[in-house]
């Protein structure tokens, strides 16, 4: 009787790729990897995107509701009360800053001056004294700061600076400094920049315009600026996340189409914010564009 002391089996394979597998799975690995690669860009543009516009969208916001609040706290009279400007863009120079818009005014008649249908520049009335100019874009040039510094248009009072040098240090609570933080000093800070949302507060007219409607004498109080009294703006530099803004205005409801009994009701605010400097806006396109409804104040001289 014969014992086999070894079988070999037929059965059994040695573990592991042949050579024809790895080639295939390297291949289907490369191809994968090199999607996986081409897509990387893309999401992580639209990725940028998305975050660029959210940032975006939280500044248009943030100008809104600032401009809701000062639009709600007007001071409505007349026709007058409210008025569109369009200066244009090309107009703004560091050196005369808002001197087109007092020039602008001082030589408008409320009786006969109309409203500009779109512009960038909203004049409110605050009270019967005082208005307020809202635009963006405008830098505040020095000069324009001196002569708020050294401004006596309320019974001689005096907001002259006090001199660091004497001792006081400080200034007044004129919200101008945020633009210029000294007296002696030309270096403007970033609020100036331009593409900042800015408030500009004026002397109201002198003077009052009388006119008749339909045989009643009424007086029209003149909005346009006569005096420079104060700049500030709503939100620092660092509000902005890098970004600028620029405003447009238009569509201006009243409720009279008759000149002398129209009352301002609302207008229109469209708020672009741009990624960019202001000198480049007119070659970019916004990263968020929104627009709103700015509602006045009730008639508040009653």
Sequence with gaps: MKIKLFEKSNTLKDSGFTLVELLVSMTLTAIFATAIVALLPASTRLYLQLQSMSRAQVVADMVIDSLREECADAYIDDFASVRIVNLGLSTYSPSTGDGLLLSTFEQADPRTARFDSVGNVLIIRKNPGFCQAVYSCMPISYSNFESVRDANILEGTSYVF?????????????????????????????????????????????????CSYNGESKT????????????????????????TVSLEFSDLQTSSDELYLQRPLSVKVTVKVYDCDYAEQASESPVYTRSAILVFAEDTTE
Excluded: M, W
Aim: aromatic share 18%; glycine share 10%.
């Design 162 to 210: 006090p001199n660091p040098s004497d001792g006081i240090g400080g200034i007044s609570s004129r919200a101008v400094y945020r633009f210029y933080p000294t007296a002696d000093s030309t270096s403007a800070t970033p609020e100036t920049l331009q593409g900042y949302v800015h408030f500009g507060y004026y002397q109201c007219g002198k003077e009052n315009k009388p």
């Design 220 to 243: 029209i109080g003149c909005i346009y600026p006569a005096v420079r009294y104060d700049y500030t703006t709503p939100f620092s530099s660092t509000a902005y996340n890098g970004y």
